[in-house]
């Protein structure tokens, strides 16, 4: 079999990534661009010893769900940033439900009914106040990164390919980041650039990425559509520099940020720092978290991977200053940002750290509010908030939320929250495998899967964000 053969398959389910499941001659085919029901006709993109993957080309027996994609680099070998165009956007949800679910009963032994639900993008308008129309399912991601080829043109990545699409415009970007107009302009010497807009504020930033070990002139910025902070990559100063540096008391330059608003409050994200893409994102997490951890005054909360502070901050006003909150990230921006973003909250702590290490060497609890005023912030054992609560040691948490990266927590981590937490947990996952692998870490010490809410909070590709919350058995 070689990439040229065509193989005329019947679709079967989907798949976790973006495609469907079909069998030729005994062997599995993961096939993109189609769906389920379907007789297709597939170009093999990739074979291996154990699957095929493949494209579809020619749709032979279409699905009642199918319909033309909005976008006119999407498709076969093109651009590899949607997977779902050709999918009407209820089915796409529904599809959605089915891998989830599925990862569910493989990965973690549970069986229960999905429902993706609809996030609608709030209004658009122009800086002048006029409406701005995008499509249902358009028009969303607020934060984009393109890549730069040598000669300084611009595209997004094909699927599984370093090779580029070259585009003039992205559909599912935001129109705020569309007005930047990065893809109408060349940037030499870049290697990536990222158009972030802050739906909420408006703020606009560009951030510039160059190859590893570039020499020379930096990369070259267009004059752009509109205004925007451009945030460029630091070079490795020379030994003397940073020397004249520290003797003439220099500071560095202050990173670009935009600002978010989300739940009643302000936000800082500096430079490309993580924030939700879709701008109902914050606010309807926000919500999900909060009805599933039902968070009372005077409780303990920890807010594990808690980037700029967004949970920490709502949960902090929840438990109030007789409660205590314990928000742990470990990259420094992020800590820097959620410890501005959180200044007016002294229940709150913001620790840097490794999850797993924080959580290892944590010893923690509620003072009573005069004892709170003299300490100022907990003294940990290693960063973390101590005291007494009725005149004993605290030693857990009543509720945690949890929000890791891609990858998900792991058993170290889930291990030590299990034993920390008391009421309840909140889990937030962009992927349903790992979720669904830490669920089972979760069962297998004692906690029971209460509630799952799902979100489509990424139209037009395979990406869902869940909301799991977790009692005790």
Not at 61 to 86: L, Y
Not at 184 to 202: D, K
């Amino acid at each position: 079999m070689t990439a040229t053969d065509l193989l005329e398959l019947e679709v079967g389910a989907v798949g976790h990534g973006g495609f469907c499941v079909a069998r030729h001659e005994g062997k599995v085919v993961f096939v993109r661009h189609a769906l389920p029901g379907e007789l297709v006709r597939a170009r093999v993109t990739e074979e291996t010893k154990t699957f095929v993957r493949a494209d579809a080309v020619e749709i032979l027996k279409p699905s009642p769900d199918r319909v033309q994609a909005p976008c006119e680099f999407a498709g076969p070998g093109r651009c590899g940033g949607c997977d779902w165009q050709h999918v009407a956007l209820p089915a796409q949800r529904a599809l959605k439900a089915d891998v989830i679910a599925e990862q569910l009963h493989r990965l973690a032994g549970i069986d229960r009914p999905v429902h993706v639900e609809e996030v609608e993008v709030p209004p658009l308008y122009t800086e002048d106040g006029e409406p701005l129309a995008a499509a249902p399912g358009l028009g969303w991601r607020t934060r984009v990164q393109f890549a730069v080829d040598h000669d300084g043109g611009v595209g997004l990545r094909k699927h599984r390919s370093h090779d580029l699409e070259y585009i003039d415009r992205c559909l599912i970007a935001h129109p705020g980041v569309e007005m930047i107009g990065i893809e109408r302009h060349m940037w030499p010497g870049a290697s990536g650039v990222e158009g972030v807009v802050s739906a909420g504020t408006g703020d606009r930033l560009v951030v510039i990425s160059e190859p590893k070990g570039r020499r020379g002139r930096p990369a070259r910025v267009p004059q752009l559509d509109v205004p925007v902070r451009v945030v460029k990559p630091e070079r490795p100063q020379r030994h003397q520099d940073r020397q004249q540096e520290r003797q003439q008391g220099q500071r560095r330059a202050v990173v670009p940020f935009v600002r978010e608003e989300a739940a009643g409050r302000l936000w800082q994200v500096t430079g490309s720092g993580f924030w939700q893409v879709h701008p109902a994102a914050a606010d309807t997490l926000v919500k999900a978290v909060l009805e599933a951890l039902e968070p009372k005054p005077g409780e303990i909360a920890l807010d594990l991977y808690c980037g700029v502070g967004l949970f920490a901050g709502v949960l902090g006003e929840r438990v109030g200053r007789d409660g205590l909150v314990v928000a742990v990230e470990t990259g420094n921006q992020a800590v820097r940002d959620a410890k501005f973003n959180l200044k007016d909250l002294p229940q709150v702590s913001v620790e840097q750290g490794k999850v797993e290490d924080v959580l290892a060497t944590l010893e923690f609890g509620a003072q009573a509010p005069a004892a709170k005023a003299r300490a100022g912030r907990a003294q940990p054992k290693r960063g973390a908030a101590q005291g007494h609560r009725g005149g004993s040691r605290v030693r857990g948490a009543d509720i945690t939320v949890l929000d890791p990266p891609r990858a998900g927590a792991g058993e170290k981590v889930v291990d030590e929250i299990a034993r920390r937490t008391n009421r309840k947990i909140a889990y937030v996952s962009c992927d349903p495998a790992t979720l669904a692998r830490d669920l089972k870490y979760f069962s297998a010490r004692g906690w029971v899967l209460e509630t799952l809410r799902a979100f489509d909070l990424f139209p037009q590709t395979s990406h869902v964000e869940c909301v799991a919350s977790l009692v005790r058995g």
